[in-house]
Structures are given as structure tokens and as C-alpha cells.
């Protein structure tokens, strides 16, 4: 039995770990499921937006489950509770994979994976006020660049994929992605069997839009990796389809990437697919090869079927599409 922290979160958060946690019953898995909180509506309720209970609860987990919540752009005290945790928990791997599925809004001939410094950069928070208005720190260190540049050369392997691209801006940044480029090459050289090439972000962010066939890993740090991946996001149909897995050493969180959506809250009319996909994710870092395989399937069904809430084209309740992979889950589970 896996100990999976659950984490719902603001707005539809707590809506589609629901769904989520109905399929994972489908599934024929058993939980030991921890509740622990974190949020907006849980830093008005405790004062805090990540008590250190919940932090507790993650560190002794198998994995976390974590659904979305709503980060106000200026509260004194207040920190956005997934960028902390990462931090805490060294969840230095962000990895979002982007496949074509079938959907009008979806281009074909996708399959790539953007991996994503997750703990440094910009986002490490050093800020501070000046005479002349603000300035922000950026942190790329050597020891989180070899870390998520290795990563990604591992992950090619083990997905028996050919090509990393490494994303920067050392023509600009010179000092920073200066050593994140020195870094890749280094790394590079214990993997001769698979090609790297460097791309600039701004004709990444190009060639996204233009011809995203020719990615098979990007690998990048953390500011430019967060932007890419909502960019890429929108070849396969938006946020409501793409999931995030947070990978540490000794803890990992998977998470849809959208976010809390509150008038959404409550109608059974936001889209699960995110949230189930990131599911996928996480029964493949514990092992379950073969649920997670057939469950994406049944993912792919459903949204072949039309099974789909309205962002995607359809009229379907979330419940009804939770119904619908179930059934889809165990048709191609037994046959499989």
C-alpha cells in the first residue's frame, strides 16, 4: 500500500482531486491517503499558506498528490505554497510531457518533454526594494545545473529518445546560462549516444509554434522552462490537458498545471483530464508501469469518445468524464 499526501488546494482544486482520487479507486490500487492543506483559503484560515503539518505529511509520503490553489499577487507574509515546497522537498526535476491527442485544438505529431531546473533561478525569491524601484537575484548554481541537465540526458535513455536541447540565453546572460551551457557540455560528454544541440529561448519559443516536431527533450532552467511549458500547453489543447511531475531524490508531486479557476467551483464543469494525466505520472514513478499505461489510454479514449467538458468542445460533466475513464480504464486493463 502507497502513503499518498493529498493536497486539494483553492478553487476547483479540491474538485478535480476528487475525480482523480475516484479513478485511482478504479484503478484497484490501495492508499494510505494523508490530508494536509495548503493555499489561499488556507492562509486566511491558519495564517499560513504551508503549515509546517503539511510539510510533515509530504516528507513522509510515497508521493503527493496536489490540485491547484490561488496565490495573490501582493499579501505581505504570504509565499506561494508549490514554489516553497519544491524547495523544501529538493523537488529539482520539473518534468511536463506534451503528446498529441485527440483533439481539433491539438497539432499532431507531438511528443516531446520540456524538464525544468524547479528550485533556483528567479524564483528563489531574492527581492528586494530599491531607491529606483526593485531588483530581483538570479541563482543558477552548478550543483542544480548538473542536477536537472543529467536528469534530462537519464530521462532520454530511459524513454529511448535521441536529442536534448539545451534552452538559454548566454548571449545575454551571460555569466549565468554561461555556466549552465559549460555545465551541459560537460554532462553531455558521459552521454555520447545522444545528440544535444543549444537553442536560444526566444527561437524556442519560435520554433514551438513553428515546427515543435523537431523537440524531443528540452531542458532548460526554471523561469524559462515555466514559460516554454504553458507555451507548449496550448499545441495540445491548453492547461486542461497538462500535467507536471516534481521529482526529488526521496519525494515527488504531481499536479495539473492550471490553475484554481474559482468560478469554476462547485459546477462539475471543470475539465479533470490535467489532473488524471498527472495521475499517469505519478503511478509511473511508483512503479505501476502497466496501470499507468492503460489509464493514459483510457484518457485517450475518453477524449476520443467526446467525452469532454466544454473548454475542450464538449458538454460533458466532470463526473461524467471521471465515469467514462473508469469504464474505459478497466476495458483496456482486463484486455491488456
Known amino acids: 500500500m502507497y502513503s499518498l499526501c493529498v493536497i486539494r488546494g483553492d478553487g476547483v482544486g479540491p474538485e478535480v482531486i476528487s475525480e482523480t482520487l475516484l479513478l485511482l479507486e478504479g484503478t484497484s490500487l490501495k492508499f494510505n491517503i494523508s490530508e494536509a492543506y495548503a493555499g489561499y483559503q ?3 484560515d ?11 505529511k509530504c516528507e513522509k509520503s510515497d508521493a503527493i498528490l496536489f490540485g491547484a490553489v490561488t496565490t495573490p499577487p501582493i499579501i505581505e507574509n504570504y509565499f506561494s505554497p508549490i514554489v516553497r515546497l519544491r524547495k523544501i522537498l529538493d ?25 525544468r531546473e524547479n528550485t533556483e533561478d528567479l524564483y528563489a525569491g531574492k527581492e528586494r ?55 551541459a557540455e560537460e554532462v553531455h560528454s ?20 513553428k515546427k515543435p516536431d523537431i523537440f524531443d527533450i528540452i531542458v532548460t532552467t526554471n523561469m524559462f522552462g515555466d514559460i516554454l511549458s504553458d507555451e507548449a500547453a496550448a499545441l495540445i489543447g491548453g492547461l486542461g490537458v497538462a500535467a ?24 462539475n464543469v ?9 495521475a499517469c505520472l505519478m503511478l509511473e514513478y511508483l512503479g505501476e508501469f502497466k496501470k499507468a499505461l492503460s489509464l493514459k489510454k483510457a484518457i485517450i479514449q475518453t477524449i476520443k469518445n467526446n467525452c469532454v467538458t466544454f473548454d475542450l468542445g464538449g458538454n460533458a460533466k466532470t463526473s461524467e468524464v471521471t465515469r467514462e475513464v473508469i469504464i474505459n480504464y478497466k476495458k483496456i486493463y482486463d484486455h491488456n
Request: with cysteine; aromatic share 10%.
Open 129 to 183: 526594494k530599491t531607491k529606483i524601484g526593485a531588483e530581483a537575484t538570479r541563482i543558477i548554481t552548478k550543483k542544480a545545473s548538473e542536477k536537472i541537465i543529467r536528469f534530462a540526458f537519464e530521462l532520454a535513455i530511459k524513454q529511448n529518445r535521441k536529442k536534448v536541447t539545451v534552452v538559454h540565453k548566454a548571449n545575454i546572460l551571460r555569466l549565468t546560462d554561461g555556466l549552465f551551457l559549460k555545465i
Open 91 to 115: 523537488l529539482y526535476a520539473n518534468v511536463r510531457p506534451f503528446y498529441s491527442l485527440p483533439l481539433k485544438s491539438s497539432r499532431q505529431n507531438i511528443d516531446f518533454v520540456i524538464v
Open 244 to 267: 507536471s511531475a516534481n521529482i526529488g531524490e526521496s519525494h515527488a508531486l504531481f499536479e495539473p498545471v492550471h490553475g484554481s479557476a474559482p468560478k469554476y467551483q462547485g459546477k
Open 190 to 209: 558521459e552521454f555520447p549516444e545522444i545528440e544535444m544541440d543549444y537553442m536560444l529561448v526566444d527561437s524556442c519559443a519560435l520554433n514551438l509554434v
Open 46 to 56: 491558519n495564517g499560513s499558506s504551508l503549515p509546517e503539518d503539511t510539510v510533515k
Open 42 to 44: 488556507c492562509y486566511l
Open 270 to 278: 471543470i475539465n479533470p483530464v490535467a489532473a488524471f494525466f498527472a
